[in-house]
């Protein structure tokens, strides 16, 4: 499967400062992809240059299926953080402005604004002039305007930042409908989003690429056995788990309130050993939990090292 | 449609929603009729005045109507210029903080045709304007203190609204290379009365200066034309060109929020 897009090494630099340092990845096309990493890592960065509205310092970005002389841009839905409209104009007249100047004809831009205002939830507000629209209005209004010209790839910054939950709930249905027609790529700080969406993911950290792949992937190669065990707190548990010598099976070990957590490499082996440890000495435990690291965890790792 | 029609039919919408398709015309027009009409009353005036001694005998001579129409594109000079600048302060510089030229330039559209509906757009509204106050000048002039030739009319308002066209266009070139609209216009309007000023302290060494234009303007009116009248309009025509060419190559440059 050939990318749809393909960006190499791309570079970006405000001066001395390095927003974005070689990074490299491939969009392949009908897969939902994830930019995650967290604030100031450089991921509307990234997507600014993937959008054309800043030229990369170094690296190349190549879209595939562009016919000669046909801008890159006509491939692209774009959708920016907090999308900025003409407040004198109304919802439908925006978005049949968006769609006449992706090359529309009069009577297809307007029937692709009714059908696409209709889908967002706008159709009620579609003739009241933007001004008055609330942010998670003028969000499926981004929507519906990037999408006009059916576009081979959709391109979203944060497009659930500054939502409320209700608000970001709208939208996080229909991007799950729109990922069925469409590539989309979208940035998130918000893992949980992600992994609800997403196949692939691309976490950037410092502007440099931290971890890529697909979802699953990662999930598997990146997958910890945790041991959860949380005591009574009673005084001997307590000294119990501070004196806890840990096996070689044991990776990590971290103290967490009334008991501790191990990160192992072998779980059943520390099954085993830990289960006939607390037995012979009658710990009073009240949760003990054997499971696997979660993604948020991942990420937390990944981001912060 | 071609996508620049499109973005001109947006933007003439948008001077309309904004009242300024309504607002610098009746500017215009108000600054335009007032000249010939103060002039007509201007004698009545003194007179009523009041705070003139007893006896005072007031003789002014009656004004040509070429006079008349001279001084009210004085007054276009001054602020009709102040008024386009202010207009367009805003023109890319506004849509550019707000994000909404990144919204529309981030679709297959082009910098120059986005800036080119922008800049004709402008000429419309100044071009327009500038006609319908001139016309009522003209109308109160010939009515009230006498006849103006047809043709050196004309003449001074094709001159006239090139020296317009000039300070419209430094203004949105301003707002394509400052962030600021207020620099923008204070740009614009500097750049112009610079232009002004050395053309009327250097008559001869700057005679081909299209700072001449607004003299020349009047020239035709008062009919003392500066002998160099198409070379002057040809540098404003290219001045025009050549700052448009690079607001045109800025634009292309730009890096958008």
């Known amino acids: 499967m050939s990318a749809l897009l393909k960006a190499e090494q791309l570079t970006k630099a405000f001066g001395s400062t390095q927003a974005v340092a070689d990074i490299s990845f491939d969009i392949a096309p009908g897969r939902c992809t994830a930019l995650l990493g967290p604030n100031g890592a450089g991921k509307t960065t990234t997507i600014r240059m993937l959008a054309g509205l800043l030229q990369p310092t170094g690296g190349k970005l190549s879209y595939a299926g562009l016919k000669p002389g046909q801008s890159p841009n006509s491939l692209l839905g774009y959708l920016p953080q907090s999308p900025s409209f003409y407040g004198w104009m109304t919802g439908r007249e925006y978005a049949v402005y968006a769609g006449r100047l992706c090359g529309l004809s009069a009577a297809e831009a307007k029937s692709q604004a009714d059908s696409l205002l209709e889908r967002v939830g706008l159709s009620a507000a579609a003739k009241r002039p933007i001004s008055g629209y609330s942010g998670g209005m003028k969000q499926r209004l981004g929507l519906a305007q990037a999408l006009v010209h059916r576009p081979r790839l959709l391109i979203l910054d944060e497009p659930v930042s500054a939502l409320d939950p209700l608000g970001r709930h709208e939208v996080l249905m229909l991007l799950r409908e729109l990922k069925q027609e469409t590539t989309v790529l979208f940035s998130t700080h918000v893992l949980h989003d992600a992994e609800q969406l997403c196949d692939d993911v691309i976490i950037i950290r410092n502007g440099e690429m931290a971890l890529q792949g697909s979802l699953e992937e990662i999930r598997n190669n990146h997958r910890m056995s945790v041991i959860t065990l949380h005591t009574e707190g009673d005084i001997r548990s307590m000294q119990w788990c501070m004196a806890y010598q840990s096996g070689a099976y044991v990776k990590e070990l971290r103290r967490i309130e009334k008991g501790m957590e191990l990160v192992v490499t072998d779980m059943e082996l520390a099954r085993g050993e830990l289960l006939r440890q607390l037995a012979k000495d009658e710990i009073r435990v009240t949760k003990l939990e054997f499971g696997h690291s979660t993604l948020e965890e991942l990420f937390m790792k990944v981001v912060s090292e | ?257």
Not at chain 2, 138 to 161: H, K, M, N, P
Request: charged share 10%.
């Open chain 2, 1 to 257: 449609m071609s996508q620049w029609t499109i973005i001109w039919r947006k933007e003439l919408l948008e001077l309309a929603r904004s009242y300024k398709l309504l607002w610098l015309p009746l500017v215009f027009l108000l600054l335009g009729v007032s000249q010939p009409i103060m002039t007509y009353f201007l004698p009545d005036i003194l007179a009523n005045a009041g705070n003139l001694p007893e006896g005072t005998v007031i003789e002014m001579p009656k004004p040509q109507g070429g006079e008349v129409l001279a001084q009210t594109l004085q007054q276009y000079g001054m602020i009709g210029s102040l008024i386009v600048a202010l207009g367009f302060m805003g023109a890319v510089s506004g849509e550019r903080s707000s994000g909404a030229a990144s919204m529309i330039l981030v679709k297959p559209v082009s910098r120059a045709a986005y800036l080119l509906a922008k800049w004709t757009a402008m000429l419309a509204l100044v071009w327009g304007s500038l006609a319908v106050g001139y016309l009522g000048a003209w109308y109160y002039t010939s009515l009230l203190i006498g006849e103006v030739d047809a043709i050196r009319a004309i003449q001074a308002l094709l001159v006239f609204a090139l020296w317009l066209s000039v300070i419209g266009t430094l203004t949105i070139a301003a707002s394509v290379w400052l962030r600021s609209g207020a620099a923008a216009a204070f740009s614009a309007l500097g750049l112009a009365l610079l232009l002004s000023l050395t053309a009327s302290f250097l008559p001869r060494a700057l005679a081909w200066s299209p700072g001449q234009l607004p003299g020349l303007a009047s020239g035709f009116l008062l009919e003392s034309m500066p002998e160099a009248a198409g070379m002057i309009i040809a540098a404003g025509a290219v001045l025009t060109a050549a700052v448009l060419y690079a607001a045109v190559w800025r634009m292309r440059r730009m890096e958008l929020p």
